[in-house]
C-alpha cells in the first residue's frame, strides 16, 4: 500500500482537480496522498571511545536529513519518542512506537562504533505495525573513520529506506551538483554533494567558466570558457584536468548531454546566428539542427528518449522555449508570453522546469520564477514566488527535487526544493553560485 502512494505522489501533485482548475497556483506535498510516518531515533554509541561520539552526530545529523529531504516520509518528531530507544532488533518495542504519541508506521535504527581505525554501523528498518514479520532491511557498512565515511554511510543508508519505500525509485543522496562559483575571485566549475556539503573548486582557468554539464556516468563536465574566445571545453574527474575537444569557431555556449552519453548538443553562431547544433560526445560529426534567424540556445536533451530537444529561440522577439525532434523537425512552441530560459527536462520525459517573467515588460507585475509544465497537457504550475529572481532550474535523478539559482537574499545563490516548491532551502553562501546542474545518478 505504501508502495503505491509513493508511486502515486507526484502524478498526483501534477493531475489533481486543484492543478487542473487553473496554471496559477502552488501546490503543496499532501494534497490528500497519505506519507509514511517514519520515526529515526539517534543510533546508539556503542562505547565512548575513540569517534564514536563526533562521528555518530554527524551521521545521526546527516541521515535525518537525508530522509527529511527526500520528501516522501512523514519524520515524526524525535520529542514524541519513548525514553529507551533501540540500538539492536530485540531491544524494539513496537507498541511503543507504533502508538501514540509516535504513532508510527516504520522505525529506522541502529548503532555506531568508531572506537578503533574504522568506523562501523548496523542499521535496521522494521515495520512496527508488523512486528512479527522479518526486518524490510537490515544493514552494516564498515568504512575508515572521517567525518567523510560518516556522511557516506549515512547517505547509503538513506537511500536504501528509500528505495524500498518510495516506490523503487533510487534516492539522491549520493548524487552531486555542477555549478558556476566566483569566491576565488574568478568563475571557475565547482562540485558539491546535493545537499551542499563538500564543495570545491574543480577547474583553475582564472577566466570566466559558464553552463557546467556533467555526463551521465558521471566521469566528465562539459562547460563553456571564455579563456580562449567562447568555446566549449571538457574537463574530466578522472583525470583532474581538462581534456581535449574541438574548436568550431564562433561563440559555442550551453552543452547538454543526451542521456546515453553518445551526443552533445549546444548553440554556436559559427555560421553567423547563434544555432542549435547536436555532435558526437568527442565533437565530432558536428550537425546543424536549427535554421532560423534569431538566436537559439539552451537545448537540452529529453532523457527519458534522446528523441527530442527544448530550447530557447528569440525567432519572435523575446525568448520563448520551444520543442523539436533530435533531427531538427515537428517545431513547436511550447510558452506564448513574457520572458521563458532556461528548460531542463525531467528524467522522466513527462514535464519540464523553466525560468519564466510571464508578464514581461515595463510596470508589468511579477519576477522571475521557477515554473514545470506537463508537456503532454501543457498545463502549468509555478514553484517560487516573491522572492527575487529565480533561473536555472535542474532535475534531481528522481524526478522529486529541482535546484536553481536564486538571488533572494540579495547575492546569487544555489537553492534546492522539491518539485511541488516546498523545502525550498539555501545550499551554497559564499561568494556568489549559479547555474547548477544535477548529476543523472
Known amino acids: 500500500m505504501m508502495k503505491?502512494?509513493?508511486?502515486?505522489?507526484?502524478?498526483?501533485?501534477?493531475?489533481?482537480?486543484?492543478?487542473?482548475?487553473?496554471?496559477?497556483?502552488?501546490?503543496?506535498?499532501?494534497?490528500?496522498?497519505?506519507?509514511?510516518r517514519l520515526a529515526v531515533p539517534d543510533f546508539q554509541p556503542v562505547s565512548n571511545a575513540g569517534q564514536t561520539a563526533s562521528l555518530n552526530k554527524v551521521f545521526?545529523?546527516?541521515?535525518?536529513?537525508?530522509?527529511?529531504?527526500?520528501?516522501?516520509?512523514?519524520?515524526?518528531?524525535?520529542?514524541?519518542?519513548?525514553?529507551?530507544?533501540?540500538?539492536?532488533?530485540?531491544?524494539?518495542?513496537?507498541?511503543?512506537?507504533?502508538?501514540?504519541?509516535?504513532?508510527?508506521?516504520?522505525?529506522?535504527?541502529?548503532?555506531?562504533?568508531?572506537?578503533?581505525?574504522?568506523?562501523?554501523?548496523?542499521?535496521?528498518?522494521?515495520?512496527v505495525k508488523n512486528p512479527s514479520g522479518p526486518p524490510v532491511l537490515a544493514k552494516q557498512y564498515r568504512e575508515p573513520a572521517s567525518e567523510a565515511s560518516a556522511r557516506s554511510i549515512a547517505h547509503k543508508f538513506a537511500n536504501?529506506?528509500?528505495?524500498?519505500?518510495?516506490?523503487?525509485?533510487?534516492g539522491i543522496t549520493e548524487t552531486k551538483i555542477y555549478f558556476?562559483?566566483?569566491?576565488?575571485?574568478?568563475?571557475?566549475?565547482?562540485?558539491m554533494d546535493y545537499d551542499g556539503n563538500s564543495q570545491h573548486q574543480l577547474t583553475k582557468l582564472g577566466s570566466i567558466a559558464l553552463s557546467p554539464r556533467i555526463s551521465p556516468d558521471n566521469s566528465r563536465v562539459a562547460f563553456t570558457s571564455f579563456s580562449r574566445g567562447v568555446e566549449l571545453r571538457m574537463y574530466s574527474l578522472e583525470l583532474g584536468r581538462?581534456?581535449?575537444?574541438?574548436?568550431?569557431?564562433?561563440?559555442?555556449?550551453?552543452?547538454?548531454?543526451?542521456?546515453?552519453?553518445?551526443?552533445?548538443?549546444?548553440?554556436?553562431?559559427?555560421?553567423g546566428d547563434p544555432e542549435i547544433y547536436i555532435a558526437d560526445a568527442n565533437g565530432s560529426n558536428l550537425k546543424r539542427v536549427t535554421a532560423y534567424k534569431g538566436p537559439d540556445v539552451s537545448p537540452v536533451w529529453n532523457p527519458k528518449t534522446n528523441a527530442q530537444i527544448a530550447w530557447v529561440s528569440g525567432r519572435t522577439g523575446l525568448p520563448q522555449i520551444y520543442i523539436m525532434d533530435s533531427d531538427g523537425t515537428n517545431v513547436q512552441r511550447i510558452t506564448d508570453q513574457g520572458y521563458a530560459v532556461s528548460p531542463s527536462w525531467s528524467p522522466n520525459g513527462q514535464y519540464l522546469a523553466f525560468a519564466w517573467i510571464r508578464h514581461y515588460g515595463p510596470g508589468a507585475p511579477g519576477n522571475q520564477d521557477i515554473y514545470v509544465m506537463d508537456i503532454a497537457s501543457k498545463r502549468i504550475v509555478q514553484l517560487t514566488s516573491g522572492g527575487g529572481r529565480n533561473d536555472f532550474p535542474s532535475w534531481s535523478p528522481d524526478n522529486r527535487h529541482i535546484v536553481y539559482q536564486s538571488d533572494r537574499n540579495g547575492r546569487w545563490q544555489i537553492w534546492s526544493m522539491l518539485a511541488d516548491g516546498t523545502k525550498q532551502q539555501q545550499l551554497t553562501k559564499s561568494g556568489e553560485n549559479t547555474q547548477p546542474n544535477w548529476s543523472f545518478r
Do not use: C, H
Open 4 to 36: 503505491k502512494l509513493a508511486l502515486t505522489f507526484f502524478a498526483l501533485v501534477l493531475s489533481s482537480p486543484l492543478f487542473a482548475q487553473t496554471d496559477w497556483i502552488k501546490t503543496g506535498t499532501g494534497l490528500g496522498v497519505e506519507q509514511v
Open 60 to 127: 545521526n545529523d546527516t541521515l535525518w536529513n537525508d530522509l527529511n529531504n527526500s520528501g516522501i516520509f512523514e519524520m515524526v518528531s524525535k520529542s514524541f519518542y519513548p525514553l529507551q530507544t533501540p540500538g539492536r532488533p530485540e531491544e524494539v518495542k513496537a507498541d511503543a512506537w507504533s502508538n501514540e504519541p509516535p504513532k508510527a508506521g516504520m522505525l529506522a535504527f541502529g548503532n555506531l562504533d568508531a572506537s578503533q581505525q574504522d568506523i562501523i554501523v548496523q542499521g535496521w528498518l522494521v515495520d
Open 160 to 170: 536504501e529506506i528509500i528505495y524500498r519505500l518510495g516506490g523503487g525509485l533510487n
Open 180 to 191: 558556476i562559483s566566483n569566491r576565488t575571485g574568478n568563475k571557475e566549475v565547482w562540485s
Open 242 to 271: 581538462l581534456v581535449s575537444f574541438p574548436s568550431y569557431g564562433g561563440t559555442n555556449t550551453s552543452p547538454a548531454w543526451s542521456s546515453d552519453g553518445s551526443k552533445i548538443a549546444f548553440s554556436s553562431s559559427r555560421n
